[in-house]
Nanobody, 121 residues
């Protein structure tokens, strides 16, 4: 089974950028569809971006379209989320997720521990 470790979170001002990374180990990343989820305090977890096994297609939730870009490197076993034009409402814990059978939209088989992203006004 795959293990996932996120990094790259932090504190940034409104309008700033961050790049999240998800390092996979224990299995080859190309066997998994990948997704980034986030959960803000008091809110339900939501999918931010979800990417097919080859990276040929990615779903984005409406609130991040045009600002966030997910990408994957199946050779390096890495999955990324480039976040630009950040807003305070993007503040959340961001999780990397992987699933063998389907592109994660609400659930996934494997999860990372999460990384905090805080956007100050």
């Amino acid at each position: 089974q795959v293990q996932l470790v996120e990094s790259g979170g932090g504190l940034v001002q409104t309008g700033g950028s961050l790049r999240l990374s998800c390092a996979a180990s224990g299995d080859t990343l190309r066997s998994y569809a990948m997704a980034w989820f986030r959960q803000a305090p008091g809110k339900e977890r939501e999918v931010v971006a979800a990417t097919s096994w080859t990276g040929g297609s990615t779903y984005y939730t409406d609130s991040v379209k045009g600002r966030f870009t997910a990408s994957r490197d199946n050779v390096k076993n890495m999955y990324y989320l480039q976040m630009n034009s950040l807003k305070p409402e993007d503040t959340a814990v961001y999780f990397c997720a992987a699933d063998r059978a389907s592109i994660p939209r609400s659930r996934a088989d494997y999860w990372g521990q999460g990384t905090q992203v805080t956007v100050s006004a």
